[in-house]
């Protein structure tokens, strides 16, 4: 999900220098970081239940998704009207809950597959994040085609769901890695040129959104990575 449209910092006063520049940027990492970190507990502690308790926490699967979008959706719309530490609480409850799904997807593929992909992302989002940071190209002007392609991506998962297939599924992973990708650059230079923060209405505001951003950004490329590469036990 991305937030559609930013203001634009020129606009609203809001371009912090480069040092402010780079203190939002780590600041947003940082959150991201201990979000990551959450997930990886509680999908841990998940995947090592028994059968039994896995089976009934299955149960809440439908509810735990829809908590997720909730969520997604409420702190995007409500960010300018909440408080940062509020904000904050809801971005580390989504950790939570996206540790839930990890939980199960570690039980389904070997642990060699889970690092190797977690790896892979790491990779391909640090790499992307630092070109984002350093190129002087404006990315700005791609933000409505990121869009355009997460609601594509989105129809077509939901098309696979009921019509499956090993082309259509793997369409969408590769399409999935390539947007992820692309969007990982547009946020890290959307956060450092104070384009979130003006549209958040508050730089800590912009540091949770921003943080909430990059931790989207990295966990979908690793689920689509997984499913590209990962190998089922």
């Not at 300018?80 to 799904?101: D, E």
Request: net charge positive.
């Amino acid at each position: 999900m991305m937030i559609n449209p930013y203001a634009t910092p020129g606009r609203v006063g809001v371009r912090p220098d480069a040092r402010l520049a780079q203190a939002f940027l780590t600041q947003a990492f940082f959150w991201m970081f201990l979000g990551l970190l959450l997930t990886t507990g509680v999908g841990a502690i998940v995947a090592g239940m028994s059968d039994a308790q896995v089976t009934d926490l299955a149960g809440l699967f439908l509810p735990l998704i829809i908590a997720q979008l909730a969520i997604a959706f409420g702190l995007t719309l409500a960010i300018r009207r909440i408080p940062a530490s509020v904000g904050l609480l809801l971005f580390f409850a989504y950790a939570a809950l996206t540790g839930v799904t990890l939980g199960f997807i570690l039980r389904v593929y070997d642990l060699g597959s889970v690092v190797a992909a977690g790896s892979a992302a790491a990779a391909v989002f640090g790499a992307a994040a630092v070109y984002g940071a350093v190129t002087k190209r404006d990315l700005s002007n791609i933000g409505a085609y990121l869009f355009m392609g997460l609601i594509g991506l989105i129809v077509a998962m939901f098309v696979n769901v009921f019509v499956g297939g090993t082309l259509l599924s793997f369409g969408i992973s590769v399409a999935g890695v390539v947007i992820f990708t692309i969007l990982t650059a547009y946020d890290v230079q959307q956060i450092q040129s104070g384009a979130v923060a003006a549209w958040a209405g508050a730089m800590e505001k912009g540091a949770v959104m921003g943080a909430f951003k990059l931790y989207l950004d990295f966990i979908n490329l690793f689920f689509m990575l997984l499913r590209l590469f990962g190998n089922r036990r």
